[in-house]
T-cell receptor, first 114, second 113 residues
Framework: AQSVSQHNHHVILSEAASLELGCNYSYGGTVNLFWYVQYPGQHLQLLLK??????LVKGIKGFEAEFIKSKFSFNLRKPSVQWSDTAEYFC????????????FGQGTTLQVKP | KAGVTQTPRYLIKTRGQQVTLSCSPISGHRSVSWYQQTPGQGLQFLFEYFSETQRNKGNFPGRFSGRQFSNSRSEMNVSTLELGDSALYLC????????????FGEGSRLTVL
């Protein structure tokens, strides 16, 4: 069965620190990859996505992610976090043909201290 | 464009009852998916509808069902509620016949007493 693993469950950083959240998935075929963010009290919003092409993907609010096929990874990065980045972050995978069906990781709670 | 709209936002039911949740997708989106979010299990896929047909289904018991109408609006139903059904139920819609990104609603928070 497909699965998604997020390495960190809870991350605490100070403002201006760099962020990297790990995400690995298990599926050997073609995949679409996503990072979603859920700010406190708000709905899930898409940060960035990878469908094909350049494996380095840039998203909103200065976030980027790199798809490394050989490592089945899609890690999220941001050079300098802000207090407003405090939220829960979810990595998700959709295998080819499985429209509408995302497999989500367990999520990482990011707390940024001002 | 208006986003994905879910109703009701909050509801409380007792064990054994049934519940129906509604979802209106973004205009033009024909794929609607449903997810259950709980602290213990995280986000789990329930099912996806496209053009009034269930196209994909997750690993949930038959008490969980859904349907989609000709205007792409969708409903999900949970019968014979159990305490463990307490969760945030999220609806998402997608364009490109379901191959695009998913846009999520704010969810319906169900509490089963």
């Amino acid at each position: 069965a497909q699965s998604v693993s997020q390495h960190n469950h809870h991350v605490i950083l100070s403002e201006a620190a760099s962020l990297e959240l790990g995400c690995n998935y298990s599926y050997g075929g073609t995949v679409n990859l996503f990072w979603y963010v859920q700010y406190p009290g708000q709905h899930l919003q898409l940060l960035l996505k990878y469908f094909s092409g350049d494996p380095l993907v840039k998203g909103i609010k200065g976030f980027e992610a790199e798809f490394i096929k050989s490592k089945f990874s899609f890690n999220l990065r941001k050079p300098s976090v802000q207090w407003s980045d405090t939220a829960e972050y979810f990595c998700a995978v959709r295998s080819s043909g499985n429209t509408g069906k995302l497999i989500f990781g367990q999520g990482t709670t990011l707390q940024v201290k001002p | 464009k208006a986003g994905v709209t879910q109703t009701p936002r909050y509801l409380i039911k007792t064990r054994g009852q049934q519940v129906t949740l509604s979802c209106s997708p973004i205009s033009g989106h024909r794929s609607v998916s449903w997810y259950q979010q709980t602290p213990g299990q995280g986000l789990q896929f329930l099912f996806e509808y496209f053009s009034e047909t269930q196209r994909n289904k997750g690993n949930f018991p038959g008490r969980f069902s859904g349907r989609q109408f000709s205007n792409s609006r969708s409903e999900m139903n949970v019968s014979t509620l159990e305490l463990g059904d307490s969760a945030l139920y999220l609806c998402a819609s997608s364009d490109l016949q379901g191959a695009g990104e998913l846009f999520f609603g704010e969810g319906s928070r169900l509490t089963v007493l």
